[in-house]
């Protein structure tokens, strides 16, 4: 059966007739694909947070920049440019999620690190007054909302506070304190063979096994492989034990080690490469560890891989005040504490 075609001009809605008018058909509105791509640009910005901020690649925050009209974005650091981004984001009273692991100064409040546990200009800025009532300690890992500078601030401030190292309030209170904690002999192997093409993790398990809260070294010459036995370890780890946070601290390395440390582990990766200042290597070494403790003592299990402790401990050495004595290769008997003190917070609780 063949269907009869309307007339021309009648396959709309067709015109009434009213009180001797004809009202016209309503405009369908016209579809503007710059208009639209600009509103999905906003609804994007508008979404993004720091953590989200930071994941993006560097072509991506210029598209952003482009779209709020940032003029000077090719000469702003990674770090400047996302706090640039976030000023003009939040408006005059807008809120915007954060998340950062707390370092607490001497004088009693204290910055969010958000940018590879480095003072940067992304950083939240944290009172001394909430720090005393959510009890928190150098090395949490806070969420929550951070408003934007008032008139006279530098920095993001912390607003809300929503979780501690991924826990409520009332459960991130309820810890045991690092030091307070028992130490024992290591009693649950930790299978690091996960597949029959590795022999390295493999020959680990058969010839040095290893335990939770055991500690490990790797004592090697130059370019012998052991940052791939490191790779291999943690990739290991990723796959036997997925409950596991795996932490990799990459010491007075060079950039492209770390670019792909960062594409090969999941799990979190810190640097301070070889074009750093030695009290950088400290730093974050230090707030890397106490951010470990803080996890451990919520009970959780803990791997950090530090390429290299020969190299952190050389970093301690420039640092640490002379005490007069020297040892062999140059250092000083004070500039061993540390690194000691590193290697000897593994343990099994």
Known sequence: MMAGRQPRGQDNIPAEKTDGEIQKPEKVPEKNPE????????KLIASLDIPALQRLKISELYAIAKELKIEEMTTLEKSDLIY???QLKTGD??????????????DGYGFLRVNNYLPSSEDIYVSSAQIRRFSLLTGDRVSGLARKPKEGEKYFSLARVDEINGLTLEAARKRTFFSNLVPIFPDQKMNLEASPQNITTRLIDMVAPIGFGQ?????SPPKAGKTSILKDIAKSIEINHPEVIIKVLL???????VTDMRRFVKGEVVSSTFDEPPEQHVKVSELLLESAKR??????DVVILLDSITRLARAHNIVVAPSGRTLSGGLDPASLHKPKRFFGAARNI
């Open 35 to 42: 208009k639209n791509g600009d509103k999905s640009n906003e």
């Open 84 to 86: 640039k981004i976030m």
């Open 93 to 106: 009273e807008g809120a915007v999620a954060c998340e950062g692991v707390l370092e607490r100064l001497p």
């Open 215 to 219: 500690r490990a070294m790797i004592v």
């Open 251 to 257: 010491v007075d390395e060079r950039p492209e080690e």
């Open 295 to 300: 996890l451990v003592e919520h009970g959780k």
